[in-house]
């Protein structure tokens, strides 16, 4: 692949921008298996395996990702929309070739797989991959996601039960479940659900007399929030996370 193509698909801007940047010697790269530092390459045509690639752009190393799949711990105050109302876009976290990695075509960027509230705090998983954004989202693959609340009142037995049993919405008649529902300590909870309705875990928690005062996303599927991505990181998926997400 031409060097100008493999900085295009990486979100580095059209190919007349990507070749610039290359020919004005702002591109080195760190070829798989090459023993040297980083080699500055200021021919837009050089021809390069983009698997196992790792380059740097203006003083950011960067690796090739045929396509993107990260995790990020999302803080509070900010809202999941590309065209954010009230708070900035929790796109504004990400450098900007991310938000500009091409998909058949067209400049679209990484994507959220689902929305949390904007003041949720935790797990979010983002990807240019339309297929998995479809099956991890999809109510059809039963994903469980568990979410740490903090209640306003200590949760009771009585609670705990009508959440396990299930909850009707008031604007669903099908009742919503808890897979699970473990209490750490008086008004905190780790509650696990496998679908993503609207508020649902705060209308959950409403339905049943107590109240969210606050909402931390823990895992998704077998893929668990890691303690050191503190607030506001992200990072990229290995094969083996991915592979997790679809675990129970
Ligand atoms: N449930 C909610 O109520 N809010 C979220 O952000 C996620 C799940």
């Keep these: 692949m031409q060097l100008q193509d493999v900085l295009y698909s990486q979100g580095f801007g059209t190919r007349r921008v990507c070749a610039g940047l290359i020919q004005q010697g702002h591109v080195q790269l760190l070829e798989k298996g090459a023993t040297d530092g980083p080699a500055l390459c200021t021919d837009s045509t050089y021809d390069v395996e983009p698997e196992g690639l790792r380059f740097i752009v203006q003083g950011v190393e960067w690796a090739w990702h045929r396509q993107a799949y990260l995790m990020m711990n999302k803080p ?7 065209k954010p109302s009230t708070y900035p876009s929790v796109y504004t976290l990400l450098p900007a070739p991310l938000r500009a990695r091409p998909t058949a075509g067209k400049i679209l960027g990484v994507q959220t797989i689902g929305r949390l509230d904007q003041d949720t705090t935790g797990l ?4 240019d991959d339309g297929s998995f954004i479809h099956k991890v989202s999809s109510p059809k ?14 949760l009771t037995p009585q609670q705990k039960d009508r959440l396990l049993q299930g909850v009707v919405l008031n604007d669903d008649p ?8 473990v209490v750490q300590e008086g008004p905190v909870f780790d509650l696990t659900v496998t679908e993503g309705k609207y508020h649902q875990v705060k209308r959950m928690v409403a339905a049943v007399g107590n109240r969210v005062e606050q ?5 998704i599927g077998g893929l668990h929030l890691p303690e050191d991505l503190e607030s506001g990181g992200w990072r990229w998926l290995d094969e083996r996370e991915i592979a997790m997400v679809f675990q129970g």
């Design 215 to 219: 909402l931390h996303r823990i895992r």
């Design 124 to 127: 979010l998983l983002l990807s």
């Design 76 to 82: 509070a105050a900010v809202e999941c929309s590309q």
């Design 141 to 154: 693959k039963h994903i469980e996601k568990t979410y740490r609340v903090y209640a306003k009142y200590d």
């Design 174 to 181: 099908k009742p919503v479940v808890a897979t699970d529902c």
